[in-house]
């Protein structure tokens, strides 16, 4: 039978009462916690039974103390004199428990425990704050894409799971700040009467987005098809954890050393920003050399398009090359197809056709709105002689040709029709951008290949 | 509105500063307060190393020895004024409970 246990139970600093709760818990199943690491609370196999616990600061302590100072030591005297025996430490974080039926607590004054958990909050709320606004700025780009450039947001699995966790970043920030806020408050009024409030933090919705973030990660590791992309994700989430385990192994064993806090502190600060620099700096190396190289791009050279110059136009050209760029979620998929002949092999003066579209198949039924609507104003921001209308504006035209449900003809400066098309098929979007104008045959022709 | 600090006592704080009168080190603090009140105030073991810090950075007591990490105290005059003013607000208190209730009820 093990004797040995570990979790890891993503608290708020300030929830003391959740991790009481909790440890309480814990040794009622029989596990008596022995030490915090952040890699997360270990236990050790007791005799299930009510054990009382109680989870204060020690705010003169840091997490590079070689051990605890004597101050400490005569704190934790105190607390053994009332039956309080110091079962684990994490910096200032003091966990403590009681086998007494009804202990003296170790707080009987709320006040001070206000002001102790205040003073060690203040710490802790520019760095949540900084998230808070981080978050919000991302989490709110993503929503302001969501409806408005939902194609690009939606088809690519990089942006579908970043976008989920900063908003779940902005959401726990939001919560456990207002959270701690309320009790604060509440806090303060019942100090004045000489009562504790217990404290709630946002455990739950922590624990969300630890999920969010992993399950974000590997959908992006499973979903997203460029292998070059993912063999930098992998070797990035490798640096980072590398980083952790290193900054974390060379504090502990200065710590082992005896090293006194501020060396500690220096020289593990000092590794930590020299690692983060050579990590930063090797993410983006590895990304230049996998653009370079064209592994962690999308972009790829194919020979069967689902539409060509040579369908549309008859003539055969062994020069043409067509390049495809895909991207897909269970939301969108997006296919941009560009055929072309390169420049070094076109002779001089020589007019070629070329071929652009789009292909975009949205898979959930109430994005398809949003998706046309970001298709026919995608171009909204050139502005011509007439700063307040945009230079190119899509036309309704009639989509019997294209057997469409609808159908766009792409207008420039207001005068003179190009040959763009926007056609919107149930379940579908194509933007068609030949260079040449199309006769009502090729677009029959077109629509026959790029329906769906 | 939060009161300023140590202008009038918690139970808690006057018990430890009563205590104090006479030197004694801050865990004899913990089993004294007990006795002196037959059980109805118990002072946290927290609360007293933190009142106990807060009382000597106010000047309300001073440190008189230590012996390893059992550190003696004694209460300091600007600490017998406190918590003679804080006796006399209590007095005060009882005063004018008598005069709104009278002897009898109090008996």
């Given at each position: 039978m093990?004797?040995?246990?570990?979790?890891?139970?993503?608290?708020?600093?300030?929830?003391?009462?959740?991790?009481?709760?909790?440890?309480?818990?814990?040794?009622?199943?029989?596990?008596?916690?022995?030490?915090i690491s952040n890699l997360g609370w270990y236990y050790r196999r007791i005799q299930p039974g009510k054990i009382h616990f109680t989870v204060t600061h020690y705010l003169r302590a840091s997490q590079f103390d070689p051990e605890p100072t004597e101050e400490q030591r005569e704190f934790h005297d105190f607390c053994l004199q009332s039956g309080w025996k110091l079962t684990a430490a994490s910096g200032q974080m003091q966990v403590f428990y009681n086998e007494e039926d009804d202990p003296v607590p170790i707080d009987t004054e709320p006040a001070l425990e206000l002001e102790r958990i205040g003073k060690m909050m203040k710490r802790i709320l520019p760095f949540q704050f900084i998230l808070l606004v981080i978050g919000f700025c991302m989490g709110g780009s993503w929503l302001w894409s969501l409806t408005h450039r939902p194609i690009d947001l939606l088809s690519s699995a990089y942006n579908l799971a970043t976008g989920a966790i900063w908003l779940m970043l902005f959401l726990w920030c939001a919560a456990d700040l207002f959270r701690y806020f309320t009790w604060r408050h509440r806090a303060k009024k019942a100090a004045l009467l000489g009562e504790f409030v217990p404290t709630k933090g946002c455990q739950k919705l922590l624990m969300a987005m630890l999920a969010v973030t992993v399950l974000s990660f590997a959908y992006l590791l499973l979903a997203d098809r460029k292998p070059g992309f993912r063999l930098v994700m992998l070797l990035m989430l490798a640096g980072y954890a590398l980083l952790f385990l290193v900054?974390?192994?060379?504090?502990?064993?200065?710590?082992?050393?005896?090293?006194?806090?501020?060396?500690?502190?220096?020289?593990?600060?000092?590794?930590?920003?020299?690692?983060?620099?050579?990590?930063?700096?090797?993410?983006?190396?590895g990304l230049f050399w996998g653009l370079s190289a064209g592994v962690i791009s999308s972009m790829k050279e194919i020979l069967d398009p689902p539409l060509s110059v040579e369908v549309l136009t008859g003539v055969e050209d062994s020069r043409y090359i067509t390049r495809c760029q895909a991207d897909s979620t269970f939301f969108i998929t997006q296919r941009n197809f560009y055929q072309h002949i390169p420049f070094e092999e076109r002779q001089a003066g020589e007019n070629v056709a070329?071929?652009?579209?789009?292909?975009?198949?949205?898979?959930?039924?109430?994005?398809?709105?949003?998706?046309?609507e970001e298709l026919l104003h995608d171009r909204d921001d050139w502005r011509g002689d007439d700063p307040d209308t945009p230079y190119y504006q899509y036309v309704e035209i009639d989509p019997t040709p294209w057997g469409a449900e609808r159908a766009y003809q792409l207008w420039v400066g207001g005068e003179m029709p190009s040959s763009t098309y926007l056609i919107c098929w149930p379940g579908r979007l194509v933007e068609l951008e030949p260079d040449f104008e199309l006769t009502q045959e090729q677009m029959a022709l077109a629509a026959e290949k790029l329906a769906p | 509105m939060?009161?300023?600090?140590?202008?009038?006592?918690?139970e808690q704080m006057y018990y430890i500063l009563l205590c104090l009168s006479k030197e004694c080190c801050g865990m004899d603090i913990m089993e004294r307060i007990p006795a002196m009140t037959g059980g109805r105030v118990r002072v946290g073991s927290g609360t007293l190393y933190n009142?106990?810090?807060?009382?000597?950075?106010?000047?309300?007591i001073r440190e008189t020895k230590a012996e390893g990490r059992r550190r003696s105290y004694v209460l300091t005059d600007k600490g017998k004024e406190t918590l003679s003013g804080e006796y006399r607000r209590i007095c005060a208190q009882a005063w004018d409970y008598r005069t709104v209730f009278g002897e009898e009820e109090q008996r």
């Open positions: 093990k004797d040995r246990k570990w979790d890891f139970i993503p608290f708020s600093y300030y929830d003391r009462t959740g991790m009481e709760r909790h440890l309480e818990q814990r040794a009622a199943q029989g596990w008596l916690l022995e030490r900054v974390n192994g060379v504090k502990n064993f200065l710590k082992r050393r005896k090293a006194s806090r501020t060396l500690n502190r220096g020289i593990t600060l000092a590794v930590d920003v020299v690692l983060a620099f050579a990590l930063m700096v090797g993410i983006a190396a070329f071929l652009d579209y789009t292909i975009v198949d949205v898979h959930m039924s109430f994005l398809y709105g949003w998706c046309e | 939060p009161r300023p600090k140590f202008q009038t006592l918690t009142l106990l810090e807060q009382f000597a950075e106010a000047g309300m």
